[in-house]
């Protein structure tokens, strides 16, 4: 393992970043945090929750002598940050980030990164439909994925101490291109993320059926919709803005694909539901087995409350 | 309360079956029940687990004397599991089923039911990914909502103790027709259902993307897709073999919706993106008021495992 960072510095304090300080508590990585919070009140609740070690509401200041920078701010807010820093970034240090698009994360950060800093971005592959500062708990990371993508010439010994870094919180980590990610997390994240919302905008314009039956019957599937669509509106239309082209590649797959099932059902092709609906569960079987969820029924959700 | 029922006759030991006669085992709600399943296996399996008192692989043989028959088929076995049984059907016993679909249910069961039974159609909103006589657990119908449809002229007191029935398990009931039960669960079961199966049917499909990538990466919200997904093929066949008008009706307004937010995305139309991301908030916070699912974040899953 590399040595921990002698500072880093929390740009952004909601889920992430705040996940990101409960571990380093919990499990190390860094000697100090400072922390910076675009809001006075989240300032405020991070200062009561003992987040960092100092508090900035001046970006630049948090950074001042850090050497792990890490962009916890939704997508479309990192290049402005970026720029904002940039004249305090320290000579050695790492900047990176956590954001769900990596490909417009290299076009809008990259040019505000000094020469005398390395600039991985990164995107751990945790999170849950809570937001904001108190939502945020050191076991986030156990056992997600990390991926960095980091750019041309950065020093391998750099990247592996921030591999390294995530490791720490119980992460796996993997090194890919930001297209390629951008293209992966489209149809792993992104996708699921716009058909849950959408889902959701269907249910609430319906006239036959009310507000309430949509509530109260929701347990049949629904449900499980409306947890991934309460995620965070901001983050989530700056991932839409800023992932265009793969995301409306995999809707288009998506569409076609709906379409060949919308046919099989007006038809009572019966073969054709059955044969793909077999199919899902192999790989639901791979994502328990790669330890990327429970195989307890309903998530283990609580009977008696879920 | 109404008294118990003398004899349940469960007529299918899968999830639903098998949970039913675990909650009368713990709960009450009848003296004894005797079993039925297609498969030699299943009831093999099922007289292991002690699931019913009595043992029948023909069905005609399991109600008799029953005063409560409940169909725990897939839907499109449900007509010809009513027509064999038809004979056997004591006079004053209510025979009902657990089908997801209630229209079907009518057409095809209502012929066979004796004029002196009573046919009130049934369905519990509870369930969970898996399937088969050892999946069933008594808390299944705690705290969800089950649906009857009775059909006309049935006597109140007879709906009465079937309602009774389902509150001893822990359910709530409510009363509808055939046809509002069919539309309101394409929106809140169907329709989540055919895009969950539909969205792992266009992951299982990329050639950029490989299957091992959308498996580790699927934590961002295709991991919960799958869970839907891996519901039992021949069950959800059924549903929408069965459901057809409905089904298609939710899934044009579903993609009526879809294709605004795709046009968002593609004209960057930020406004309208957070606007509809921001309105589903509110549609989770009822659910989970109305006791229909977990506030814990990621449905309370073990965060070391999920």
Known sequence: MSKP???????GLGLIGSSIAHAIRAYGGARSISGHAKSAETLKVAAELKLADTFHADPAEAVKGADLIILCVPVGACGPLAAAISPAVGAGAIIT??????????????????????????????????????????????????ILTPVAGTPQERITALED?????????????????????AMTSHLPHLIAYNSVATAADLEEVTQSEVIKFSAGGFRDLTRIASSDPTMWRDVFLNNKDAVL????????????LQRAIRWGDGETLFNLFSRAREIRRGIIAAGQDTAAPNFGRDPRKG
């Open 97 to 146: 980030d956590v954001g769900s698009v990596k490909g417009a994360i290299v076009r809008d950060v990259g040019p505000h990164v000094p020469s005398h800093a390395h600039f991985i971005p990164g995107h751990p592959i945790a999170g849950t439909e809570q937001s904001g500062p108190r939502a945020g708990f050191a076991e986030l990371f156990q056992n997600r994925w990390c």
């Open 165 to 185: 870094f995530w490791k720490g919180f119980g992460s796996r980590v993997e090194v890919m291109g930001a297209e390629h990610h951008d293209l992966v997390l």
């Open 5 to 11: 960072f002698e500072k880093v510095a929390l740009l």
């Open 249 to 260: 590649e995999m809707l288009g797959r998506f569409t076609e694909e709906l379409a060949v």
